[in-house]
């Protein structure tokens, strides 16, 4: 896992801020950054900028004076729009007072693992994962542990005897990242009713991460262009908060924008939680958001099969036999192998001085993620291309 920040005892700084983990992806990022020619594939976003149709929607907000302080929950509009697009995307009726707008995924992952651990409590994370994991329960002061996943020739897998064998009495809730980043592994509904028994019988709370749902690439495991979810195999009563963000479908990602899908039960508790964490989400930007879900198929289904094209032309770099490079199921990015290498971090920082292309270290993702690297392909062909060409060329002197 990525170490903390040390500073002088004097200061007398809380715990869980002072072992926030600093992340690896950035570190390999600042050191490439600004260097001229540089294809970054090292974070999750493409290439494109937003819409217009969804800038125009917070410009005209802007010009009408929507700048005050506004719902905690988020806007009616919102809140209904997002359950409208809940309805045709999982195909059945969805209440409104289940959505709750946050300022970006990040608010809404922070705020599910407050309401469920904190300092003495424990929560399960398969890995390799996204580093903000962990990091949002190492700031609430809760503990992350991981739990290594099982990887063969046709992918990653969760191995559910050791996810079991990792629950303690402190243990308190399960992360399930579906489509995953950085794997690609993807549940199928046989997975996710294993991990909803799992979680019944021992009282735990589950955090759905699904943002991936509409990249998937297996037709086995697309149903109406989505990928399962545990919406298709749990009954009101499971203790299950999903969290979401507009960034990855209406490349959306500087806009700061999600939302977090829970009981209306808990509804009081996470408007709580919202005033005291951001106080809102500005209106302007939430019209934005009405604009992505309600005219944003169109672009949505240009951003899958640019990632699609992308997932086909990275995959040639299993053919130099230096790779290995399993086909991700669905999310957007290639988990791939040097054979022979061993430290993440500094086989990306070669391939920024070697090939010009940066990349996210599988160190970033835990220690079950050594020896790997992460590349975003939700990019345009020839910067794909070109970024293969480079790496395949660098391999030789990279591999052991």
């Known amino acids: 896992m990525n170490v903390s920040v040390s500073v002088p005892s004097f200061l007398n700084l809380r715990p869980e801020a002072e072992q926030a983990p600093t992340s690896g992806i950035v570190d390999v990022a600042n050191y490439g950054r600004g260097r001229e020619g540089l294809i970054p594939l090292w974070v999750g976003e493409g290439h494109l900028p937003t819409p217009s149709f969804i800038c125009d929607a917070a410009t005209r907000s802007l010009a009408a004076g929507e700048t005050f302080y506004t719902y905690q929950r988020g806007i009616p509009e919102l809140r209904q729009a997002i359950a409208r697009y809940h309805e045709k995307v999982y195909r059945k009726p969805f209440d409104p007072e289940r959505f709750f707008v946050t300022s970006g995924g990040m608010p809404a992952i922070q705020m599910a693992v407050r309401?469920?651990?904190?300092?003495?409590?424990?929560?399960?994370?398969?890995?390799?994962?996204?580093?903000?994991?962990?990091?949002?329960?190492?700031?609430?002061?809760?503990?992350?542990?991981g739990v290594p996943m099982t990887i063969d020739a046709r992918g990653?897998?969760?191995?559910?005897?050791?996810?079991?064998?990792?629950?303690?009495?402190?243990?308190?809730?399960?992360?399930?990242?579906?489509?995953?980043?950085?794997?690609?592994?993807?549940?199928?509904h046989?997975?996710?009713?294993?991990?909803?028994?799992?979680?019944?019988?021992h009282g735990l709370w589950i955090i759905a991460d699904e943002i991936y749902s509409r990249f998937v690439y297996d037709p086995a495991l697309t149903i109406d262009g989505c990928t399962p979810s545990f919406r298709d195999v749990s009954t009101p009563e499971d203790r299950i908060l999903f969290v979401q963000t507009f960034s990855k479908n209406w490349a959306m990602t500087g806009w700061r924008l999600g939302w977090l899908e829970a009981s209306p039960a808990l509804g009081q508790i996470i408007e709580n939680l919202v005033q005291y964490q951001t106080s809102g989400t500005p209106v302007f930007v939430q019209r934005a958001g009405i604009a992505a879900i309600e005219q944003g198929e169109d672009f949505l289904a240009h951003q899958i099969d640019n990632a699609r094209r992308g997932r086909e032309i990275v995959s040639?770099?299993?053919?130099?036999?230096?790779?290995?490079?399993?086909?991700?199921?669905?999310?957007?990015?290639?988990?791939?192998?040097?054979?022979?290498?061993?430290?993440?971090?500094e086989i990306a920082?070669?391939?920024?001085?070697?090939?010009?292309?940066?990349?996210?270290?599988?160190?970033?993702?835990?220690?079950?993620?050594?020896?790997?690297l992460r590349l975003c392909y939700a990019r345009k062909a020839e910067d794909l291309e070109e970024a293969v060409r480079r790496i395949a060329a660098a391999l030789p002197h990279l591999a052991r």
């Open 115 to 145: 309401m469920v651990a904190g300092p003495g409590d424990e929560i399960l994370i398969p890995t390799p994962a996204w580093p903000n994991f962990g990091g949002a329960i190492t700031v609430s002061g809760a503990r992350p542990v």
């Open 156 to 188: 990653w897998h969760l191995d559910f005897e050791r996810l079991e064998q990792a629950i303690t009495p402190a243990t308190r809730a399960v992360v399930i990242n579906s489509p995953a980043n950085p794997t690609g592994w993807t549940a199928s």
């Open 190 to 201: 046989e997975d996710l009713r294993t991990v909803l028994d799992m979680a019944r019988r």
């Open 316 to 345: 040639r770099l299993t053919e130099t036999g230096l790779v290995e490079l399993p086909p991700p199921s669905g999310a957007f990015y290639a988990f791939f192998k040097i054979r022979g290498a061993t430290n993440s971090k």
């Open 349 to 372: 920082i070669r391939l920024i001085d070697e090939a010009n292309v940066g990349l996210a270290p599988g160190s970033a993702f835990s220690a079950a993620g050594e020896g790997y």
